[in-house]
């Protein structure tokens, strides 16, 4: 059997082992709940704040404004469902992006079917978002604005700042949402310092442990809960603490940052081997991501060739990549990020995301493009269309 190379970092990383040691370390000696009045519960509770510091001082925040979820998708929609229920008096519209996560994208479907107005903004063929529309969509009754700040399909970075610029000068009370899970612990986020309001994050994309996100919540901010229990998490989110997560959590954000300026150098590299690569040794091949998107994420269509067939050709050959977001390449449906770019179904149908991580090498990417090499033409639609 090859050895593995894992090249689908978007969908989920491999914990660090320190981390790994260190949930193990927590569930076997500090399994007390942090409620608890004891030192058993006191000794949980200070391991969640020791967490909770680290990743305040990464978004440059205080520790009262991070509060912890089971997830990106949780910290999604306790920022948008929260934050309405926390404002009822606020207007009902919102504007959003066409390339959200779905866990941002369903909630303001579910939302548009509850009577609030939803303006999805287009984006141009390379996911960069329609800035311009921005401006004359804002009016009296805009309460949020929510962008993705990393694709997690193509990479773009959108222009964050920007959207909070324009929010600024129109100098209205509106709030920005940030779904920072594919940025947070690989670009330097500081939420107040970009005037962004709310911001989600999630441990395993940053090597952290499954089941464990965060929501930044500006203490200006006010925000209900959408779970109802004990009152954790200053009633926030309500339910025991993942005190091993949470823990796991810490040791890998705090991993994220020292090595931040090595990792996006050494990703930078390996995406710009595999592109050169890519359009060097096997042609054919259109770049969707766009050239100055997350170091961390390169889509590519190839030409007259299934992605799912290819997929598991290179899963043959013990190589892992993704034909969209993970979450979604399940459902036989074209990506809704993809389609949003303009891109014809064909140039869809051949998209494999590669996404990278501080554990990829040179080796991996030359072993793919020899795999690719070989896979190619063996799959390649025989008399396939123009593109
Ligand atoms: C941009 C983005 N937002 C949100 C999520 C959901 O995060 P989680 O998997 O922690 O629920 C993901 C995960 O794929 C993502 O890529």
Avoid: W
């Avoid at 779970?227 to 998490?233: H, K, P, S």
């Avoid at 993809?338 to 494999?352: F, W």
């Amino acid at each position: 059997m090859n050895r593995e190379i894992y090249l689908d970092n978007s969908a989920t990383t491999k914990p660090y082992q320190r981390v790994v040691d260190a949930v193990n370390d927590i569930n076997i000696n500090v399994y007390g709940n942090p409620s608890s009045l004891h030192k058993k519960g006191i000794e949980a509770e200070k391991h969640i704040k020791r967490s909770k510091e680290i990743i305040a001082m990464t978004l440059g925040a205080k520790r009262d404004e991070v509060y912890f979820t089971s997830g990106g998708t949780e910290a999604n929609n306790l920022a948008i469902l929260g934050y309405l229920a926390g404002n009822p008096r606020k207007g009902k519209h919102i504007i959003t992006s066409k390339i959200e996560h779905p866990s941002v994208i369903e909630v303001f479907n579910y939302l548009s079917s509850q009577g609030y107005k939803i303006d999805f903004l287009d984006v141009d063929r390379y996911g960069v978002l329609n800035i311009n529309g921005l401006k004359d969509k804002i009016c009296k009754d805009t309460s949020l604005i929510s962008i993705i700040y990393v694709n997690n399909e193509t990479g773009t970075i959108e222009p964050i700042d920007e959207v909070a610029k324009i929010k600024n000068s129109i100098g209205k009370d509106v709030v920005i949402h940030v779904d920072a899970v594919q940025a947070y612990g690989k670009m330097n986020i500081n939420p107040k310092k970009y005037g962004i309001d709310i911001m989600t994050i999630s441990s395993h994309k940053i090597h952290g442990p499954k089941g464990v996100g965060a929501l930044y919540i500006n203490k200006d901010v006010r925000i209900k809960p959408i779970l109802f229990g004990g009152g954790q998490e200053s009633s926030i989110r309500s339910g025991t603490e993942n005190v091993s997560g949470i823990y796991g959590f810490g040791v890998a954000a705090q991993i994220a940052f020292e090595s931040m300026e090595k990792n996006t150098k050494a990703c930078y590299g390996l995406r710009e081997l595999l592109l050169n690569k890519l359009l060097s040794d096997i042609g054919e091949v259109e770049i969707i991501s766009p050239t100055n998107s997350s170091p961390y994420i390169l889509n590519v269509s190839f030409k007259n060739i299934k992605s799912e067939v290819l997929l598991h050709h290179l899963e043959e050959k013990n190589i892992f990549v993704s034909t969209g977001a993970a979450c979604s390449s399940k459902k036989n449906v074209h990506s809704h990020v993809l389609k949003a770019l303009g891109l014809s179904p064909d140039i869809i149908e051949g998209a494999i995301r590669f996404s990278f991580s501080s554990n990829n090498t040179v080796e991996d990417i030359e072993e793919t493009i020899n795999a690719l090499k070989d896979i190619i033409p063996k799959i390649k639609i025989k008399g396939g269309g123009k593109r």
